[in-house]
């Protein structure tokens, strides 16, 4: 049995060296990346079992990211093509005053095609927590029903379903996905979310504690874990609120911290944690990936564990 399964599609990502530009950069570093992908690695490295289930082209590329995937411990599902392309993103990493860029080129990737045939059942069946966000929806209408099966199966077999809007401006605009996500939301069990996507997109109101407790009525979340940024994060479940404070860092790359996040709060949930010593084990990831280069949290649990006992601010619990 898998302890947790996620649904969604792998990114090559390109980034010039710190300083340089896109438009005049000749060499690049090469990282594989995902959300879905990235919460896989982040759950098998604080001990999880995890599997990541997607569609790839069988080429070099689509190669390359099952072979980074099982050197982190995770499983992979694949549906093999034997034409299309790996999407890729461009990271022109910026400092202040000027901010990181990202300029996707994923269009008619082999993932954006997925269509819930390509789904293998039986493992998100079998698994304890299925795990999918909101960016493999934006991608296509038959990604969108691949993430729908994905939720409505693992809800039927009573899998724990776990989504995170993880919204994407440049993907689609706050309505057309506001629309989509509202229709996911019935199937969720846990809701991890951004305080600016659950206010911009979701339209939560008030402050965080009131967010997670309108969200969680609204659409029937048994959890709501909510990200807060450079404030750490907070979780909504049987009525308690809990707060985690954010561990400080040097941030060498932001990138992937939310799914490190999110994949070790959930790996923590299977293994019979509390929500707050899960949350705090999340934080600690999320923390420790700020200072790794590129998308994947690469740790153990010991490490995680040391940090989320020792690292994390002080906590608070409220009703």
Known sequence: ???IVTVGEALLRLSPSQGDRLVTASE??????GAEANAAV???????EAAWLSRLPDSPLGRRVVRELHAHGVRTGVSWTESGRLGTYYLE???DPRGSEVHYDRAGSTASAMTPDDLPGAVVRDADTCFVTGITPALSENAQETTAAALQTASE?????AFDP?????LWSADAAREVYESLLPYVDVLIVARRDAADVLNAPGKPVSMANSLAAEHGCETVVMTLGDRGALVLNDGEVHEVAAVETETVDPIGSGDALAGAFLAARVRGDAVDEALSLGVAAAGIKRTITGDLLITNPDEVEHLAEEGVGDGRTTR
């Not at 690049?28 to 990346?33: L, S």
């Not at 982040?42 to 999880?48: E, F, I, P, R, T």
């Not at 077999?157 to 379903?161: F, N, R, W």
């Open 42 to 48: 982040a759950a098998a490295g604080v001990g999880a």
């Open 1 to 3: 049995m898998t302890d």
């Open 166 to 170: 993880n919204y994407r401006s440049k």
């Open 157 to 161: 077999a009573g899998t724990t379903t």
């Open 93 to 95: 990493r910026g400092t």
């Open 28 to 33: 690049f570093d090469a990282y594989v990346g």
